[in-house]
């Protein structure tokens, strides 16, 4: 752990917010290997204050989808506790500033709206750094984009 909790102060290095995507936190909570040393130290990192964390209610819609598809009501009230009581992460609404920088994001990159509203979340709560899974978002410019397969490939 403590050769993870360097390369994470590392990657966080001058990031005071971290914007984050569904995937962490689907992985995190489902304890998907081999990510679990990882995000746990990123999740720490966060919840000790070395850095905020940011993330959008796309999180909460697409988090949801499978604990309430297969009826399970404890997932759905755990996932919703961690999102809303996680010490140092942000949660944000979509106004119209995240609409419209999702809407020029979409228009740079061509990609899909709830990607674009997570990014513009994340740019327009000061994050600097994005972590997330999908290989589609490394094309964006305005934020550095981290994804998780790469670094745990680093960690091999």
């Known amino acids: 752990m403590e050769e993870i909790d360097a390369k994470v102060k ?11 995507d569904t995937m962490p936190f689907i992985y995190s909570l489902e304890a998907r290997k081999p990510y679990i040393p990882f995000l746990k130290s990123i999740f720490y990192y966060i919840e000790k204050g070395l850095a905020k964390g940011v993330t959008s209610v796309i ?11 297969d ?3 404890k997932a759905v009230r ?23 920088k999702g809407a020029e994001l979409r228009a740079l990159y061509g990609i899909r709206t709830p990607d674009a509203l997570q990014v513009a979340s994340a740019i327009e709560n ?3 750094i994005f972590l997330s899974n999908d290989y589609n978002l490394k094309k964006i410019k305005e934020i550095e984009i981290v994804l998780l ?4 490939d680093q960690f091999k």
């Open 10 to 20: 590392k990657l966080f290095k001058g990031h005071q917010v971290v914007g984050l």
């Open 59 to 69: 999180t909460l819609i697409e988090i949801l989808v499978k604990p309430i598809k």
């Open 71 to 73: 009826q399970n009501l």
């Open 78 to 100: 755990n996932y919703k506790f961690v999102l809303n009581n996680f010490p140092n992460l942000k949660m944000v609404n979509i106004d119209t500033n995240v609409a419209e």
């Open 126 to 128: 000061q994050a600097t």
């Open 149 to 152: 397969k790469q670094m745990m």
